[in-house]
């Protein structure tokens, strides 16, 4: 069974045994963002590394000792002190294949599990800690007739270094997506750079930048089930700088884990002095997040040491603002302590607060109610990225509907009609899927060049709506000066980021009561509801919030800050 694998510069694949057997070929789908992920093949030829070094082409990290001894693939390859495989056919011959389940790399083998090779190599991290995050063979559906597990997306927000990295692979390692020896790995790494406790965050921050500054920049991806449901966890960034980045990681979500920092002066940091905490909840609820789970992180910290006076005082704080976003404490938020680093109270109790008598966290997850979704309904899946192989590949979440091999769908706006030559969910190679999958498809009809992010793919019987101007309501969160008609900012709507002008203030809303003003307001200012007419600099696809919530939602941004949030209420055609 194959275990491992990562492109050499000659484009071979090198490939590490588990115990005796037959190497299987990997073949290797490049990505938009240089990373790949692909399928095992049954046929090639092996060589075995060690030898000469070479350079990897995904990390530029130097693997030493590579030579190439041709063996073939029928005979099982003897293993010599761990030493890595190569497979060299260059066939892409797909008969028998057995997909690959890492996200977005090729990490690998359902195994995920390492191995010594080239464990020197400076930059190697990156590539081998995506490997680790692919799901065990175990979590793959044996039979071919089990029930899915419904799909959740889980975005874990909040401020810079309140430790959301650190839970999704403590998370990754607790359900067996990370072995004890990879951690290990990490763990002396970290070491080596003097970032001793970041080494769990580098299961989902895959690259050089991410862990030389412990920040995470893209949103990461990684997976994990329990006994009901197949979870990815969006490891969203939590700096200023890149909450456009976040905004997508949120409009994804099904539920959002907001991560708090427990530790003196970084809750109040977060929170208080223009921290990321307060901008990430709003975020979350306006790209439809109905479900928050509030993790306050770092409970074993000696300044707070299981204190249940300090996790009531975070709550007290946060309490009123989630209210004010449009959560509702009782029914939509959820409370618990816990800590990233020890793993206490996220999958067993925490031995340390007895006073905490809820389920720990990937229990409470497990025992979340079904999501409603409507597989019948229009097909909507909005673009997040694509990319050129062996054909045209996107990648989105299916918000509604459901979609199967061979079917014909349009792309929106540009109406291009397109054949779907095959799909992966979450990188497991399926002919159907419903909603709230994440999916990888491959297109016929359509070039890679005609596609942009926030373009919806539907079905030719039921297209969306497509258009550039709108009336929406709005709120306005924080802006410092008054509003007025011409006002330009960024709007950010389900997978779509355009440049849209205010052209007209309609009215404005009374917020306790909803009475709309009988005149037409010269501006508005911060914490104000109106309905306002928008006009977008381009054609882009979108829906009303009373027909299509998850299209209907938006956030306004301007000079790197969110000051508003919307709906939009109807559409308004162009005229000629």
């Known amino acids: 069974e194959c275990r491992d694998h990562f492109l050499t510069n000659d484009g071979v694949d090198v490939v590490e045994l588990e115990d005796e057997g037959t190497c299987v ?167 080596e750079k003097n970032r001793e406790t970041w080494y769990l965050s ?89 479900h928050l789970i509030v993790l306050v992180n770092k409970m074993d910290d000696p300044t707070v040491n299981w204190s249940l006076e300090r996790y009531e005082e975070c709550k007290e704080k946060l309490v009123p603002f989630l209210k004010k976003v449009g959560f509702n404490p009782r029914k939509d938020v959820h409370f618990m302590p816990c800590s990233g680093l020890t793993g206490a109270n996220l999958k067993e109790p925490a031995e340390y607060c007895p006073w905490y008598t809820g389920l720990p966290f990937i229990p409470h997850l497990d025992s979340l109610p079904n999501f409603s979704r409507s597989s019948d309904g229009p097909v909507r899946l909005p673009i997040v990225d694509k990319y050129k192989d062996m054909g045209t590949v996107i990648l989105g979440k299916l918000e509604s509907g459901s979609i199967s091999k061979a079917q014909q769908l349009v792309m929106m706006p540009n109406r291009h009609t397109v054949e779907l030559l095959s799909l992966l969910s979450d990188d497991v190679e399926t002919d159907d899927a419903g909603p709230g999958e994440n999916l990888k498809l491959r297109l016929k009809g359509i070039e890679e060049e005609e596609i942009l992010p926030g373009f919806i793919l539907c079905n030719a019987e039921n297209l969306c709506h497509t258009g550039r101007t709108f009336d929406a309501q709005i709120v306005i969160i924080e802006h410092k000066s008054i509003i007025c008609p011409g006002y330009n900012a960024v709007l950010h709507i389900h997978t779509c980021i355009e440049e849209v002008q205010i052209t007209a203030l309609i009215c404005l809303v009374d917020k306790k009561t909803g009475d709309k003003s009988k005149t037409r307001p010269r501006f508005v200012k911060q914490d104000q509801v109106c309905i306002a007419r928008l006009r977008t600099a381009g054609t882009i696809c979108l829906e009303t919030f009373k027909d299509f919530p998850q299209m209907g939602r938006f956030t306004l941004r301007d000079e790197g800050k969110t000051i508003a949030i919307g709906k939009v209420l109807k559409l308004v055609a162009e005229k000629d």
């Open 25 to 191: 070929r990997f073949s290797p789908l490049m990505t938009a963002a240089g990373k790949t992920f692909g399928r095992h093949l049954k046929s090639g030829m092996l060589t075995q590394c060690s030898g000469p070094s070479h350079t990897d082409l995904r990390t530029g990290g130097i693997h030493d000792g590579c030579k190439m001894i041709m063996l073939p693939l029928t005979s099982a390859p003897p293993m010599e002190n761990g030493d890595a495989e190569m497979a060299t056919d260059d066939t892409w011959e797909q008969k028998g294949s057995e997909p690959s389940k890492a996200e977005a790399e090729p990490g690998g083998s359902p195994g995920g599990d390492r191995g010594q090779a080239d464990e020197d190599s400076p930059q190697e991290e990156g590539m081998e800690e995506e490997e680790e995050v692919v799901p065990t063979p175990k979590v793959v559906p044996t039979q071919p007739n089990a029930p899915k597990k419904e799909h959740v997306n889980v975005v874990f927000i909040g401020h810079v270094d309140a430790g959301k990295s650190t839970i999704g692979g403590q998370i990754m390692y607790l359900t067996g997506m990370v072995d004890k020896r990879t951690l290990e790995k990490y763990e002396r790494e970290a070491k």
């Open 202 to 290: 580098w299961a989902l921050d895959t690259n050089q930048e991410e862990r030389d500054k412990g920040k995470t920049v893209e949103v990461g991806r990684a997976y994990f089930e329990t006994e009901e449901k197949h979870f990815t966890i969006l490891d969203a960034p939590g700096h200023k700088s890149f909450v456009p980045n976040m905004i997508g990681g949120a409009s994804q979500a099904d539920l959002a884990v907001l991560v708090i920092s427990a530790r003196k002066g970084e809750f109040e940091t977060g929170f208080e002095k223009g921290g990321q905490t307060r901008e990430h909840a709003m975020l979350a609820k306006t790209a439809g997040v109905k």
